[in-house]
């Protein structure tokens, strides 16, 4: 098969090119094989192919193939899994930049009748990962208003749209005005654009007595601003620092003393690995809101066709032109309905 192989971290994304790597083969009793139909391009991909990434240290070594959110078909999977072969899954897993890939069955769910694979495929690991920082880790409450700082990225929309269905306020901050439209149709309660010296302050005008903001989700390391957003005794969740270019920033301690701040960090990927229960609960806190119908793909204008076209993608993503989740389409249209076991009920 075809795939991007990162044999040595790279110092030039522009680099990347497919090239033939073996069929991945199942590693755990409950993996599934499964032909990627499309690719999300993510942040963690431009990180994980140059090393960057704190999973670098030690679980992501070369060589490997890039990628991390997908959506396709299930090929073959064990006798007693969930996934029959020709279900449409989507969901997260190390080696997305290829034709197929082989996870275990707890990494995804099923790709929900109404939702294309490329709709799916832009939700990815990403509306799990928010629903845990939102949800379990900083216990955002109904009538609440949280600060969704990255909001207009894979996860940022995700977060916001969490936000806005559990009953809660969303205040977003975002680099232009096409962003900021966005996050208007998302329902967005307040917009700020991070380019205005004092965008902290218009933050804090938009909450409701101005004191300032309950629950910070910051998923681009902005952490000293997120302090100043918060209210008295309010909580902020570190996610992750897209804006910081590596170069993490050193926080003044006492400003969390003087709020009586609570901070969190949210690692999604590692609660995996030693808590998979309460990664379980994050993806079925978030699937309630997808079969509730109030979550809505945000999949970015431009089309990417094929590994080829990687290097464009992550260079648009770098360059700042994207919002929710640029695509790769790699096996597009051998996506196939298969009907749902309450489906084939319904019609016999
Ligand atoms: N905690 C976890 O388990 C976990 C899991 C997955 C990902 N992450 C991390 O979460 C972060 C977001 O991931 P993503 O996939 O949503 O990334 P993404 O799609 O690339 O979005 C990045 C967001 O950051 C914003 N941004 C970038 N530079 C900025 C700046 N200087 N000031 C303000 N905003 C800025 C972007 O807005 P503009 O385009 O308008 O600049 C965009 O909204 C990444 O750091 C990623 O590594 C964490």
Redesign the pocket.
Known sequence: MKAIVIDQFVSDLASLKPREASIPQPKGPKDLHVRITHAAV???DT?YAQGL?QNNHRHVQPPFILG?EFAGIVTSSPASSPFRPGTRVFGGGLGSYAESICVDEGSVRRVPGRWSNAEACAVG??GA?SW??LISVANLQQGETALI????????VMAVQIAKAIGARAIT????EE?AEMMRNLGADGVVD?HASNWEDEVKALTEDGEGVHVVYD????IESGLKCLRYRGRLV???????GGKIEEVRANRILLKSITVH???????GRRLPERTKEAWDGFMGLVEAGRIKPVIYKEQYQGLGEICRALED?QM??????AILRINEGMEVDIETEAEQKARL
Do not use: C, M
């Not at 901050?173 to 232009?176: F, L, Y």
């Open positions: 993510t942040h963690v990180l990434h991390n690991a990403s990962v845990g920082s700082l990255g909001a207009s990225g894979g996860l940022g901050v975002v680099g232009d962003k991070y998923a681009i390391g902005a570190i996610v992750g620092f897209a804006a910081r960090g949210y690692r999604f990927g590692e609660d993503l700042h032109k994207t919002w929710g989740r």
